[in-house]
């Protein structure tokens, strides 16, 4: 009797997750991805070509791309608006330069009334840290790589 009522139980528990648990459109999503990605991408290309029209050079026009587009993301996420985007967009706005400022302004943002040492100082690296962690370390393991296999001559 037990394990009828167990099996009865799990069941209706199965029914109200599948109710409850909301579908996604798995294509739609990817469209919205790429798209919202690729609206990054455009803006990106469009500032490049803008400061390369005024004359800078290739890798200076580059790094005002880059900062401005950070610059743009941070005050989109300041004004709430870039996680709108990103419920839209999902992966499409955390792969370019402008998801990892959102991943640490964010929390800067929703931090600051703890202070500045204890909010904003000890917080803001909660969702990009990891990132930046990572990246550092692998760099580290290929650089060390790279400088042995010079070392025998491979490379």
């Known amino acids: 009797m037990a394990d009828v ?9 199965q029914k109200y997750v599948k109710q409850v648990t909301p579908t996604h459109n798995l294509f739609l999503n990817m469209c919205k991805a790429f798209v919202t990605g690729g609206a990054i991408c455009v803006i990106g290309q469009f500032i490049l070509n803008w400061c390369e029209g005024t ?4 890798e200076t026009a580059g790094g005002w791309c880059s900062l401005l587009l ?6 989109l996420t300041g004004f709430n608006f870039y996680q709108k985007l990103a419920k839209f967009g ?3 706005t955390l792969v370019p330069i402008t998801g990892f400022a959102n991943s640490v302004a964010s929390p800067a943002i929703e931090y600051q009334k703890e202070g ?10 909660t969702i990009a840290g990891p990132v930046i962690l990572f990246g550092v ?11 042995v296999l010079k070392l025998l001559g491979i490379v």
Do not use: D, H, N, P
């Not at 950070?70 to 005050?75: E, G, Q, Y």
């Not at 500045?116 to 690296?125: E, L």
């Not at 370390?137 to 400088?147: A, E, N, R």
């Open 116 to 125: 500045q040492v204890f909010g904003i100082g000890c917080k803001i690296f």
């Open 137 to 147: 370390f692998t760099s580290w393991v290929l650089g060390v790589i790279y400088w």
């Open 5 to 13: 009522l167990k099996e009865r139980k799990q069941q209706e528990y």
């Open 90 to 92: 999902g992966a499409g």
């Open 70 to 75: 950070v610059l743009l993301s941070v005050v």
């Open 55 to 58: 004359g800078m050079k290739e």
